[in-house]
């Protein structure tokens, strides 16, 4: 059972009163259950005589909290179950999916339940504009704006370019590489913050953003998977692949955070790939970096490493009774609807187009954006669109194919 704030102040009160020895004994707890206690306690930023509210004492709590998850995330006799129980206060079972995503209301007709993508954000990456010819520029400001245009055309799409928009709730997956880690040599060098700058940053935007689309959609959904970008090691490991990335602790965290608002379901799972349905359409949530395919062609593209490995993935995950109609995916930067070719929808990023795609890859220009996309009832996925969220850019010269005026 998760312990309230009140009851932590009261252990911390006894502790501070009578000392470990006597509170051990007061409250009848082992070490290690009082232990934890003050561990959690600290971690929520807690004292024995209120909640710390200093901006100063606040960012200390959580760092101190994400330490104790990293640590503990190093230790192999740890389990995902006790990190969750322990540190951050939370349920050990995955949630059973909210009904509105099951259950349609036969009576009300609406374009059903909208859902998105919010995936390669590469969080503390620094672009530079006259190193990708001058079409995009990426910072700190940029990264705030880009949160703020994304929600903010995402409620518009929904809202005032659909039939009826009314909704049952929205389904926001967050799909890794929130940050941008410092996983290469020219990352930590050129980076705006640490990587546990970036984490802070990140929870903080993530907080805003999921704040605002529940005020406006009500109910939502947040299966959360972790990217490549995010991990605390130099090559991607397979064993504890979850436990060893740092985007696992944000979903936690953003968990604990919305824990008492009842508008809010998180799914995170220790493994690489969330599977859920909206309707009777299932879904696989995975970033896309373990689709088991390498490379891709100079001139098709990422396309053909996404269509083999869509494929590869969904005969694997047959074989163990969890088939999907469509994967969802990130990594690539590249935005593609699903179609009857390939069932996969994939996203684009809010980064956008960096050095690495220009030089290191000599991939095609690409508007910074993310999915979005609609889910009825009797048709499954109707609507879909790309949400660009940088400014759109102009054409300088004045010339134009064709104009129309009103």
């Known amino acids: 059972m998760e312990l309230t704030d009140d009851e932590l102040r009261r252990r911390l009160a006894m502790v501070a009163e009578r000392g470990i020895r006597e509170a051990e004994a ?32 606040l960012a200390k709590a959580k760092i101190a909290r994400l330490e104790a998850a990293n640590k503990a995330l190093g230790k192999v006799a740890i389990s995902a179950d006790q990190l969750r129980r322990d540190i951050y ?4 079972t995955l949630p059973e999916p909210p009904k509105w995503m099951l259950t349609a209301a036969r009576n009300i007709k609406t374009p059903g339940v909208p859902m998105s993508i919010w995936s390669d954000w590469h969080w503390g990456e620094v672009v530079r504009a006259d190193q990708v010819g001058g079409v995009n520029e990426f910072n700190l400001i940029q990264a705030n704006n880009r949160v703020q245009e994304l929600v903010h055309r995402i409620v518009a799409l929904a809202k005032h370019h659909m039939v009826r928009p009314t909704y049952p709730g929205i389904v926001i997956c967050l799909g890794g590489d929130m940050i941008t880690g410092a996983i290469h040599e020219e990352l930590a060098v050129t980076n705006w913050g640490t990587v546990q700058e970036q984490f802070i940053q990140v929870q903080e935007a993530l907080i805003w953003a999921l704040a605002k689309i529940a005020d406006e959609f009500g109910k939502v959904f947040v299966p959360c998977v972790v990217g490549n970008h995010g991990r605390n090691t130099i090559k991607s490991h397979m064993k504890d692949r979850v436990f060893q990335n740092y985007e696992w602790n944000l979903y936690q965290q953003l968990e604990r955070h919305f824990r008492k608002d009842k508008r809010f379901t998180f799914m995170v799972p220790n493994e690489t790939d969330a599977f859920f349905k909206v309707y009777d359409h299932r879904f696989l949530l995975t970033h896309g970096d373990t689709l088991g395919v390498r490379g891709g062609d100079g ?8 269509t083999r490995g869509t494929f590869k993935v969904g005969r694997s995950e047959a074989q163990i009774g969890r088939d999907f109609d469509t994967i969802l995916m990130g990594h690539w930067h590249t935005y593609i609807p699903r179609g009857d070719a390939v069932p996969a929808i994939v996203n684009g990023s809010l980064i956008g187009y960096n050095e690495y795609a220009r030089l290191g890859l000599r991939v095609p220009y690409s508007r910074p954006s993310q999915a979005l996309w609609f889910v009825h009832p009797d048709h499954g996925i109707t609507a879909q669109w790309q ?20």
């Open 26 to 57: 007061g409250l009848k707890l082992s070490p290690r259950q009082l232990r934890a206690s003050l561990q959690l306690a600290k971690a929520r930023g807690l004292t024995a005589d209120g909640t710390v509210t200093s901006d100063l004492d």
């Open 89 to 92: 206060g939370l349920s050990t």
């Open 299 to 306: 001139i098709i593209g990422a396309i053909g490493p996404i």
């Open 387 to 406: 949400v660009w969220v940088d400014e759109k850019r102009r054409n300088d010269d004045g010339k134009h194919w064709i104009t129309w005026r009103d």
